[in-house]
């Protein structure tokens, strides 16, 4: 039976999903399941209003939101939802996403939107720290959080090698 999933990832532009994809494939890992949507604040802003006005009601308990350039969309969708909002700055081609990083992390006080890095990194611990927030309340998923932790320590080794 397929359930209702608790983690949204949406996106500004198609272009933003080889970014946003280690989010979700992180999120696979996790055995956590995702629903992956395009919401452009600026091209479709009725889609934004009725994505972020409905997020709670459909069920989704935390958001993870990637944009680049002049990034609105988390703080926009922060502004209509009580749920947990996690931006991720988009590399972006002219600023390299410093653009993206600035206008995602200076929100003002009162509506937060959590900041992650720039690029795949910041994606990725989305996925993380949205995941973390579920496990408060999912023993299996805080298991199996642990184990991916415990993969990447085994994974690092003690001594460096010559590589080419
Ligand atoms: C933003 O503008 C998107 O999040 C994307 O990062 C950037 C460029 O979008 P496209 O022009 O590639 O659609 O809205």
Redesign the pocket.
């Known amino acids: 039976m397929l359930t209702q999933p608790q983690i949204a990832i949406v996106?500004?532009?198609?272009?933003?999903w080889p970014t946003m994809r280690l989010a979700a494939e992180t999120l696979e890992a996790l055995e956590v399941e995702y629903e992956a949507r395009i919401v452009?604040?600026?091209?479709t802003p009725e889609r934004l209003f009725e994505f972020a006005s409905n997020a709670r009601a459909e069920g989704f308990k935390v958001i993870i939101a990637?944009?680049?350039?002049?990034?609105h969309?988390p703080g926009m969708i922060a502004a209509m939802t009580p749920l947990p909002v996690f931006g991720v700055p988009?590399r972006?081609?002219s600023l390299n996403g410093q653009d993206?990083l600035l206008s995602i992390v200076q929100m003002p006080g009162g509506i937060p939107v959590g900041t992650l890095a720039i690029g795949e990194p910041g994606a990725i611990n989305a996925a993380l720290i949205a995941a973390a927030v579920l496990a408060l309340f999912d023993d299996d998923l805080a298991d199996r959080l642990d184990r991916y932790r415990a993969r990447q320590t085994a994974a690092v080794p003690l001594f460096p090698a010559d590589t080419e």
Do not use: I
């Open positions: 996106m500004g532009s198609q272009s933003d452009s604040a600026h091209r990637g944009a680049g350039g002049a990034a969309l988009v972006s081609k993206s």
